[in-house]
């Protein structure tokens, strides 16, 4: 697969090599949209917590470690239930690498972060399995557009990331009710993902919502009401208030799949100036299918940071490499605006030392 | 006076003019900070606000005017008693002329605006009156300097603002308690200063509290926390955590003097970064004194924007030259941002007919 500068051209070649290049020496913001969710409380759905409880403190969690170095409202940091860690490691150190900044927005949390944060007026959600999973839909979509308007004069490009856990499942939901083939192709954090409980649970939330497969297709905003997370609202309004004005990577694994429908049926022009940046373990995960979901709605860019860590020193990331966590909170396309804002001074291997770095420091391990 | 662009240079003349050339052609973020105290429903005490219980919904209402162009949690404006509009018309239209991208932080609110507003963990202010006015403020500087830090890499200065009513009674109350004397120097909404009002309120607060004149000079929380507002310590966070890496323009009338007051004592630094950017309402106000409490505490530039209504075809605007209102949600400091951001190209001229416009919008007069 080809390569600019650390990051593989994953779809739509030859859009994606502009847009990274368009991307190169340039000034990101990094947005990162947090919520919550009751579905990622459903045993086995979800590895972005130790326990399915944990699940309300990971996106505060993530959220204070990108801006403090440190977690607040948890001991440590996130990790998945065989105490592998978050993402967000990746995200924090790609951000101080590159000195890139970020700011926090919140779609709907069960608990709020200590630190600062846009408020978008959203709630956390609901179990999709009710059939109405998500309130204010519309207000928090107006409201995201009017702070996406605003963040864009601030910055070359947006870099919009999310941290919810659950998020490929209600992402499943939104996707079906769309009318998008998503079962089967959604990714997850876990090395074994649970297709079958993912496509038992969105098929529950659409007949329990009277929605069928593709019944919601021009409607996003019930769509999301009734099978979405509150993440969806923030993050796609975002998408249609900055992406009207600069580039916005889109950064995450599926999930951004359903934001991208979602985004195509609110205002479908402003996806000209939209890619999708995720890591080479979503875009090669043999589980998932980015680019099958992606080339029902639009043919936008992927890339994808080609972070390896088979040969890092810690064991807790190489775990990576055998498929567990993947993606998460921008990861993977805050790498690769790491690496383009420095015209490739920023490369893996950098990556992987910093990382390690942090790792060593908030894992207190030598 | 000199002037620069169709900006006063009102205090520290060679430095006032070394930071607006600093500013010239440069691209600015206008944070405005809001928050409500009790202290504002004192009869007599401000005028934002058509009645004392609704300066509650003034802070939110003009946040809204500034992103929205009209207001959604009251009907029309704010307005004071005698109808007159509320000074974040002028900020509107300054920051639409010269495209300047604007955020608003909530530094603690009864009511909160419809729009997105980052939240810096604070709580709304109670009556100076008690001693014991603000909550948390501490955690509140801590998160605002985080959001400050943040928000400095994304613009190449930062103008700060606020919108609190009964604003100018708390800066008397906390610049009392840091040994600053600025009974009579304060500046009002109103025509007829209420001094003696005033001093009797911020007296009966330092004595509710236990402190005494100076007693707080170097207890900046406890000052605030004692007899101060809710904007005070995420207005000081902000200037704090951006003013170490980029120029803060602290956008406000005899307000600015108490963060000033607060800045000087928990970071003193910083201030070679940071001036004062007022109106030439406040500036030659002859019942405030601007430059003497400003004078007491560290002699940072001031910068008057030199608009003039007297020329205006509408009352509601001629009212600013008796004395109605002066200044308030920035509206000095982003005048001369938009002025410096095209280099001159907007002037007190243009800024007034945008003003005007907008007035017949909103006011629907013609």
Not at 189 to 203: F, I, Q, Y
Not at 215 to 221: I, Q, R
């Amino acid at each position: 697969m080809k390569k600019v500068f650390d990051a593989l051209l994953v779809n739509n070649e030859f859009k994606a090599e502009a847009f990274i290049k368009e991307m190169d020496g340039k000034k990101p913001l990094f947005v990162c949209t947090i919520a919550t969710t009751e579905t990622a409380k459903i045993p086995e759905i979800s590895a972005a917590g130790k326990h399915p409880e944990f699940t309300d403190y990971t996106p505060p969690a993530d959220a204070e470690l990108l801006l403090l170095g440190k977690c607040k409202c948890i001991n440590g940091v996130p990790v998945t239930p065989d105490g592998i860690p978050t993402p967000a490691l990746i995200t924090m150190s790609a951000l101080r690498l590159a000195d890139i900044p970020v700011l926090v927005a919140s779609g709907g949390l069960k608990v709020k972060p200590q630190i600062p944060f846009l408020d978008l007026g959203g709630k956390p959600g609901r179990d999709i399995q009710s059939g109405n999973a998500v309130d204010n839909v519309e207000e928090v979509i107006e409201r995201a557009t009017l702070a996406g308007e605003q963040l864009a004069k601030t910055a070359d490009y947006l870099v919009i990331g999310e941290s919810i856990p659950g998020g490929t499942t209600t992402a499943l939901g939104v996707l079906s009710a769309m009318g998008v083939n998503a079962e089967g192709k959604v990714s997850s954090s876990m090395p074994d993902n649970p297709h079958g409980l993912k496509n038992e649970t969105a098929r529950a939330g659409l007949a329990a919502s009277g929605a069928s497969f593709g019944s919601l297709a021009k409607n996003p905003v019930k769509a999301i009401s009734c099978v979405g997370d509150p993440m969806m609202p923030a993050f796609a309004g975002l998408v249609v208030g900055a992406a009207a004005q600069v580039p916005v990577l889109m950064a995450g694994g599926t999930q951004m799949t359903a934001v991208l429908a979602v985004v195509n049926a609110l205002n479908p022009d402003v996806l000209c100036n939209v890619a999708i940046g995720t890591t080479r373990w979503v875009a090669n995960d043999l589980s998932s299918d980015i680019k099958g979901i992606v080339a029902q709605i639009s043919d936008v860019p992927v890339l994808a940071a080609d972070l390896d860590f088979a040969q890092s020193r810690f064991s807790g990331l190489q775990a990576y490499e055998k498929g567990i966590v993947k993606e998460g909170v921008g990861a993977g396309g805050v790498a690769i605006a790491a690496m383009a804002k420095l015209g490739g001074a920023v490369t893996k291997d950098m990556l992987l030392r910093e990382i390690e770095r942090n790792y060593a420091l908030l894992m207190g391990t030598k």
